[in-house]
């Protein structure tokens, strides 16, 4: 047996206190970064862009306020408060600056923000006017697809107004060499340039900002240092003062110069997870095989004594709890679709190595008790999952589902060892793989992925067919036939994919547009350094330095567009019982119901404003007759009796995600209009797109962007989550729901997809119950789904942390790809958890 | 005829249950039984016949004829996961001894395909019965709910003789027996009772396993909807004490007891 974890390890008091601390306040919103940015571009105008990021990251690493929080044992922070955030104007700013106001009150994701720092913000933000990345990518948009989005098919907004992230950095390399050990691989292909070279100037470039980076790391390292030598003077408690002397000799050394310990290793890991998220706001910087590329300083120290298990386990710990430090502020609408404060920093344990043998060591098991542990959201903790997966090491991982928070999410290593050799990776890269912020596979440090890139509502192509690509007046898709020519299922298969083939182009558009736009104003010389072949090739990851280069935007809706082409090749095309007018007419008239209430309080707050604006007088009558007058259907009588018929009708129809052959051969059609077409785009930095399945929790405000499904879906209302059938509609249990989903095409899909289950806690009772979870997973993943993941939660207990949400403040659901506190999700993501089917085995 | 084309009535095929016996399971509820016990928590399974429940309004007909092969359709779906898990396919009911050709034949289809067999049941059929259906068992979960048997037949309309006759004759055959208790209170929740029980179980060959089996009121919304008074409604769900005192006393014999299945 490769480890020696048995049962658990004691948690200690620091942790307690350390996740204390972490909750004492408020997330803030800190300028410390984008005042110093700024004042650096300022003096660096006309410089290569290169250059210029490396400056200016230089110059903030010396500058921005550094501080050693009570406890820490890792230290390292971005922002003077715990759980806060820094800005990043280079990507985009304008929305930032319309909602300074209004983000402290905000529903999702709320930051305090005081009033100097918005002073400060506002004196920087001017300066960055025109020269954004998002304002850059607008500018390369089709005007096409800028219609695209403004009427809500897609959005990419992610790496719109954000810096990418998504990508796992050879953290291993700078345990092994640090930076100064990068630094001379740089200076090395610096000397095998020739100034007569015809990429000199570039290469030549490159090469020094990496030069300039990895020192601005060594000497923020040496500020910490400095700090914690200062900070041992004046301590008078002597355990800590020890404690502080030994982070000043951590700080002295790492991540300058490779690790000599464990613990070292740890500060290490540390301050290159921080430092790339410095360098820019990408989230889903994902640290990986942490149990491997960790465990030869773990096993050193522990063979030679200097460890113990339980003081390992303590580091780790204190890792997790600097995982969940970082935060970010998104603009309202994205904070939406990512809610839960969530940073997606996917750390992934067991699994093959790269030789095909089990990699499960003592760190796989004590990742899975550090989340036991701190409980916190941060890291997304994955575990590999394989046939030669030990059982033990599966149970460990089940008895964390079992507590609820969510995590960890489960991936097939037999789907997604085989997706990547697709891709023409080597078998030692696919074996190696890691998972990227929610779902997404890649082999670690080789690859820029632009997983997440947009979100793709498959929905909105649907209701594009019954009015020939006509949305609100405007012609947004292809114009395909009226729904009276369309007479054949085959026909209306036909319009649906002209419909989709056309908007994925202009999603393509939109991805290449944004992507040109980084790699000409955002190039990332510390986060490229780290990415193999970037200092071989001498161009940043922007560029197409990466070995594997990809695009990802995912897909989702399926479960209702499978569902909808059900009901129309039914009550349509055989048993002729409603004709696609009707079903026009039905769509359009939300098949006679009110409109959802979060919609119609929303418009109705923007219609009171707009007439408050006027001078009208708005008091509680008047809000309440405009809220009648948006909600409540016009529909008359018999309209309604009518299309309550036909919702009926609609209701008795087989259903996806009920283990039934031809409903589930449809989804996997359905899926196909997405991932088939995707395939055949390649991307600026030569690299292909590639499909994924899933939502994060887009699924809620977006469905909030479509109108009424075929599927009997009503208006405003969330869209099905990842692959996993439509909210209530699986009615025979878990597996029939599995082997409906294993059924689509999970290869494709090499993004990935995602599968949501809920689980009560009386299905994982006792050690039965954790057997029979285990073999639920592993009987899913023998069809070859690629991922699952678990809410074990009753629905009771949702209910009342809905009504009392200060006793919950501590409650941990799995969202999408990801976990978050469930109470500080928006009341109608909360909804949607709550709706989700109740999976009990009891 | 073919096994596959016998016929026998169902009222429910439940997937993904893993609380009766071994692994994740799929369960077959067989229409009709001889015993009337006060507590059940399936009355709708009771009568052979076909029925009609009325859930305050809305009428189900409960009940449904089918063949083995249809059945074993169903069963086979989660086949992957009993491999898995060590699952496989558990006949409950109403008693399925009750219908000892539909029941020997799904049982027999079963073993076919390599799926694992069990049967919660209360044995109260006639020795030819038992012989023709435990062969073809990997578990059986047999009830014993009182050793008096006026008692016995006071809640449960049926004396014990030949239960525990059957109860030998099963243990005798060589079969894997677990004994199961519903522990349902002012009927046999004392721990004379249970007592009485484990002792009579633990003389059977075999046996290692005794579940006590908490009983809990989640039927007798179905007694209303069937237009049947639920005699028991003012009894309440033993406390955790007093199963765990109960499990004590099962623990004093050469049995290995647990609470619930």
Known sequence: MAWN??????????ITRLVDGLFAGMPQIEADRAVLLTESYKQTEGEPIVARRAKAFAHILRHIPITIRPDELIVGSSTKQPRSCQTFPEFSYEWLEAELDTVSTRSADPFTISEETKAALRSVHPYWKGKTTSERATAYMAPEALVAIDHNIFTPGNYFYNGVGHVTVDYGKVLK????????????????????????????????????SCDAVCEYAARYAELARKMAQSEVNVTRRLELEQIARNCDRVPANGATSFYEACQSFWFVQQLIQMESSGHSISPGRFDQYMFPYYEADIKSGKLTMEAAQELIDCVWIKLNDLNKCR?????????????????????????????????????????MHVHLPQPSLSVRVWNGSPHEFLIKAAELTRTGIGLPAYYNDEVIIPQLLAHGETMEEARDYNIIGCVEPQSPHKTEGWHDSAFFNMCRPLELVFTSGVDNGVQVGPQTPPVEYLTTFEEFFTAYKQQMEYLIALMVNADNAIDVAHAELCPLPLESCLVDDCIANGKPVQEGGARYNYTGPQGFGIANVADALWVLKKLVFEQKKYTLADFRDAMRDNYGKDMDSAMAQKLTATVAKQAAAQGATIGEAEIKAIYREIAVNKCSESQKIRYATMLEEIAKLDKFGNDLHEVDAMAREAAYTYTRPLTQYTNPRGGVYQAGLYPVSANVPLGAQTGATPDGRLAYTPVADGVSPAAGRDVNGPTAAANSVARLDHFIASNGTLYN???????????????NFVSLVRGYFDQKGSHMQFNVVSRETLLDAQAHPENYKSLVVRVAGYSALFTTLSKSLQDDIINRTEQGGF | MQLTEVKGRIFDIQRFSVHDGPGIRTIVFLKGCRLRCRWCCNPESQEYAIQEMNKDGKIEVVGRDVTVGEVIEEVLKDRIFYARSGGGLTLSGGESMCQPDFAAALLQEAHAHGINTAIETTACASAEVVDRIIPHV????????????????????????????????????????IIRVPVVPGFNDTEQEIRAIAEFASGLRNVKHLHLLPYHAFGSDKYRWLGRDYTLSDIKTPSDEQMHRLLEVVNETRLYGQIGG
């Open chain 2, 138 to 177: 990997d578990t059986v979960l047999m009830d014993i709910k009182h050793i008096n048997s006026e008692k016995h037949k006071a809640f449960t309309t049926q004396p014990n003789e030949l239960i525990l006759q059957n109860a030998k004759r099963i243990a005798d055959s060589g079969a894997n027996l």
């Open chain 1, 331 to 371: 603009d309202a609408a994205s904070a939406e679709g990512f809610a839960g404060y969530s940073m997606f920093q996917n750390l992934i344990c067991g699994g093959q190595d790269a030789n095909g043998l089990d990699a499960t060591n003592d760190l796989s098991f004590m990742c899975i008790e550090a989340s």
């Open chain 1, 5 to 14: 974890f048995k049962g658990n390890l004691p948690k200690t008091d620091r």
């Open chain 1, 177 to 212: 060499i640090g930076f100064k050990g990068v630094r001379a691989e740089a200076e090395a292909a610096l000397a095998k340039c020739s100034v007569g070279d015809g990429d000199y100037v570039r290469r030549n470039q490159f090469l020094n900002a990496v030069i300039l």
């Open chain 1, 757 to 771: 289950m809920k689980f009560h806690p009386s299905a994982l009772k006792g050690r039965a119950g954790l057997d």
